[in-house]
């Protein structure tokens, strides 16, 4: 099993649906973060969360809902999207004062275009 | 103000030879870390190379070295003797110990190896 997945994959939605992402982590860490990548733009941190309690939002417009229910699952929870939030979402994960570097590791991605 | 600054959007090696990607941050923080992510097309971010702000030593880590010229806020990636493999996007990441875990991307450079 691979330290992050993530899915789906791949996701394609209309403006008036409802859905959501998954990130599961199987590393113990207990930092997990929401990530948007859009063509040409760098990586913007979406949320933060540490031992299940959200530490930062990013001014994430309310579309997006994240829940942490524990430690190793992360879920962004998207309702009413706009076009211009097709995108790339990662998850990532931390140890917290853990890793050689303290570095977060990453899932594949789920590849999202909002119609 | 961009934190960090990716001026390559595209870079060309052939295998077998090095090639250097430029980076270049700014931040007020004495305490910070630098980091090189390689992301495949399949999307997946892959951990490369950290430096701190506080090591004298450039970090190596088999064929990635970190150019680090605290000074000028340079934190340059090498790469020897390229491989097919290595085509991919590589961003350049910065983490602020006084802003948290979250990292600070740039927009990337994209490599392009060759045989």
């Known amino acids: 099993e691979t330290g992050v997945t993530q899915t789906p994959r791949h996701l394609v939605m209309g403006m008036t649906n409802k859905k959501s992402l998954k990130c599961e982590q199987h590393?113990?860490?207990?930092?997990m973060y929401w990530y948007k990548q859009s063509a040409k733009k760098p990586l913007e941190l979406m949320f933060v969360?540490?031992?299940?309690?959200?530490?930062e939002n990013n001014s994430v417009p309310s579309r997006f809902s994240p829940e942490c229910p524990n430690s190793s699952h992360l879920f962004l929870h998207l309702h009413t999207l706009q076009p211009e939030d097709s995108a790339l979402y990662l998850c990532a994960s931390k140890a917290e004062g853990g890793g050689r570097f303290n570095e977060q590791f990453f899932g594949p991605g789920t590849r999202l275009t909002v119609l | 103000a961009q934190k960090i600054t990716q001026t390559q959007p595209g870079m060309f090696v052939q295998e077998k030879e090095a090639v250097t990607l430029d980076c270049t941050y700014d931040?007020?923080?004495?305490?910070?870390?630098l980091f090189w992510y390689k992301q495949p097309s399949s999307g997946e971010m892959i951990f490369l190379i950290y430096q701190g702000s506080y090591d004298e030593q450039n970090a190596t880590e088999g064929r990635y070295s970190l150019n680090f010229q605290k000074a000028r806020k340079s934190a340059n990636l090498v790469i020897s003797a390229s491989q097919l493999g290595d085509s991919a996007m590589y961003f350049c990441a910065m983490r602020e110990a006084q802003a948290g875990t979250a990292l600070i991307f740039g927009k990337g450079t994209t490599l392009s190896v060759s045989s």
């Open positions: 590393l113990g860490h207990n930092a």
């Open positions: 969360y540490n031992f299940k309690e959200q530490t």
């Open positions: 931040t007020s923080d004495q305490s910070y870390g």
